[in-house]
């Protein structure tokens, strides 16, 4: 074959490929994808309220446990079977947008907690604040935080999301790390209590911090500063099991906080700390599929 026909050749095959790539349904996307979506610890988005009541009546309206539907990793309640059924015909449609997360915060490359009340219905989409701070700063220039947020959304999904099920070690109320500060296990080299409310959402899980500051560096990257093996105690996991922790019983390893059950399992963890960390690491996965939701 000369050049000229190679050439041809190549640049057909080139666009039969980008044509099939662009062609193949959704379904075609790998299960191994990532999804990161606000929600709380029983799996529910948008902290129980109907997202279809936000394009119908124009207003937040509480949903009810009995019509409800599951997309994209979360479940979400209706006020009514009509509301469910509006949902399930078009559920991208009718999702908020960034995961049920912050607007402003995603126009910031940040992931903050949204009060359902603090709301827009923009070009078919519905796009939630976490306050009325927030939803000022997003109008200051709404098309332009709309398009940050938008370019801002894929990686936040990349750099935070999860493929598959989540194990978090929470209380009653959904909290992790007993109400402790996760950043200021790193900043401050110490346990400290964080103010409730002072929180952050993620992974179904709310974190609460002792300041303002402190809240915002965990938004800015949620997966650094939260803790090892969701919270359970790291030795536990290194042999291949899940016990609650000690808030107070932590060290920062390998730029991870890692917390322990008790003094004990400090000390049987610390004989061989990189090994230990190693093994949890390599059973975590497993203890997840089986524990996790």
């Known amino acids: 074959m000369n050049s000229k026909k190679l050439k041809l050749a190549l640049s057909l095959a080139l666009l039969l490929g980008l044509a099939s790539a662009l062609l193949a349904p959704a379904s075609a996307a790998p299960s191994s994808a990532r999804v990161l979506i606000n929600k709380d610890r029983k799996d529910v988005a948008l902290q129980g309220y109907d997202p ?5 009546d124009g207003k937040p309206a509480k949903g009810n446990e009995r019509f409800q539907s599951q997309f994209g990793g979360g479940t979400y309640y209706f006020a009514s079977a009509e509301h469910k059924a509006t949902f399930d015909a078009d559920p991208p449609h009718y999702a908020p947008q960034y995961g049920g997360y912050c607007g402003y915060a995603a ?18 989409r519905l796009i939630l604040q976490h306050n009325q701070k927030a939803l000022d700063l997003f109008n200051k220039d709404l098309p ?9 959304w894929p990686g936040l999904v990349q750099k935070n999301g999860v ?12 909290v992790a790390i007993e109400g402790y500060d996760a950043v200021a296990y790193f900043t401050d080299g110490k346990p400290v209590k964080g103010d409730p409310t002072i929180q952050a959402s993620f992974n179904g899980a709310l ?3 002792v300041s303002q500051e402190h ?10 500063y939260a803790p090892a093996f969701g919270g359970y105690c790291a030795y536990a996991a290194s042999i291949n099991k899940i016990s609650p922790i000690d808030p107070t019983i932590f060290q920062i390893l390998n730029d991870r906080l890692v917390l322990q059950h008790t003094p004990k399992a400090y000390e ?4 061989a700390p990189q090994a230990n960390l190693a093994k949890a690491d390599q059973n975590w996965p497993g203890l997840t599929e089986k524990n996790g939701h």
């Open 52 to 56: 279809v009541a936000y394009f119908t």
């Open 107 to 124: 126009s910031v490359n940040r992931l903050s907690p949204i009060d359902p009340k603090f709301f827009q219905v923009i070009e078919g």
């Open 144 to 152: 332009g935080n709309i398009q940050k947020a938008d370019a801002n």
């Open 163 to 174: 493929a598959g099920k989540v194990l978090v070690n929470v209380d009653g109320n959904g």
């Open 207 to 209: 974190y609460h911090f």
């Open 215 to 224: 809240r915002e560096i965990f938004e800015r990257d949620p997966t650094h």
């Open 268 to 271: 049987l963890f610390n004989q």
